[in-house]
């Protein structure tokens, strides 16, 4: 492979085994095809990734375009991918009825190496509204006060939330902290009308759901 070109054994392999071969650094890849002298695909790629994991929808344009080599028609195709798989991946009848229905939404973030701690919110079928990352950091999940987090619940008209964030270190049980921060962020819950369904741990290899240990504070 050259400098800073797409390598051609990617798009090789991809053809050969499918759009499910590449992973999500290869895909961006595949979709921008060539990168920079300054800034190699490959680095490019990975910094558009953190940049879409690591950021709200509404800030991934602004974002984009302050990594090196990638303008407005990088950025914007890169949003174009997304925004096209999201409308044909929709699947009105798909409803969150389990953990194991959050996981496929939630599962790239099990690979950061940082902790994310995301929100998801639900209408009243239960159907996926939004996908929020709340803050990045461990230590910053203990500042999140419950009217910062159903405060964009309740402008979005939500029926109910599920709080989720990642295990770097491999192990999904909940720790003191993750505890309490569950169990101070429910109380939200009776202020507000906005159930808490959920808190959910994910690892690379495995989760730990709140409602299903029995330990997910109840607004009654």
């Known amino acids: 492979m050259n400098n800073f070109n797409e390598p051609i054994d990617l798009r090789r392999l991809t053809l050969k085994n499918g759009l499910s071969y590449p992973n999500d650094k290869e895909l961006i890849m595949l979709v921008l095809g060539s990168g920079t002298k300054k800034m190699p695909i490959e680095y490019m790629s990975e910094e558009i990734l953190k940049v879409i994991c690591s950021h709200n929808p509404e800030n991934w344009l602004?974002?984009?375009?302050?990594?090196?080599?990638?303008?407005?028609?990088?950025?914007?195709?890169?949003?174009?991918?997304?925004?096209?798989g999201k409308?044909?991946?929709?699947?009105?009848?798909?409803?969150?009825?389990?953990?194991?229905?959050?996981?496929?939404?939630?599962?790239?973030?099990?690979?950061?190496?940082?902790?994310?701690?995301?929100?998801?919110?639900?209408?009243g079928a239960k159907e996926i509204l939004t996908i929020r990352v709340l803050c990045i950091g461990g230590k910053n999940m203990a500042v999140l006060k419950p009217s910062e987090i159903f405060g964009e619940?309740?402008?979005?008209?939500?029926?109910?939330?599920?709080?989720?964030?990642?295990?770097?270190?491999?192990?999904?049980?909940?720790?003191?902290?993750?505890?309490?921060?569950?169990?101070?962020?429910?109380?939200?819950?009776e202020l507000l009308g906005i159930p808490l369904l959920d808190h959910i741990i994910i690892t690379k290899n495995s989760y730990f759901s709140f409602l299903e240990h029995g330990l997910l504070p109840t607004c009654e």
Not at 112 to 120: D, I, N, T, Y
């Open 62 to 84: 602004e974002k984009l375009q302050t990594i090196e080599g990638v303008g407005t028609s990088k950025a914007l195709a890169i949003l174009a991918a997304l925004e096209f």
């Open 87 to 123: 409308r044909h991946n929709r699947n009105p009848q798909a409803v969150v009825n389990q953990p194991q229905d959050v996981i496929p939404f939630i599962k790239h973030y099990a690979m950061q190496k940082a902790e994310h701690f995301v929100m998801v919110t639900v209408n």
């Open 153 to 189: 619940a309740v402008k979005e008209n939500a029926s109910g939330i599920i709080l989720t964030h990642n295990h770097p270190g491999g192990h999904a049980e909940p720790s003191d902290d993750d505890i309490e921060t569950t169990r101070r962020l429910s109380l939200g819950c």
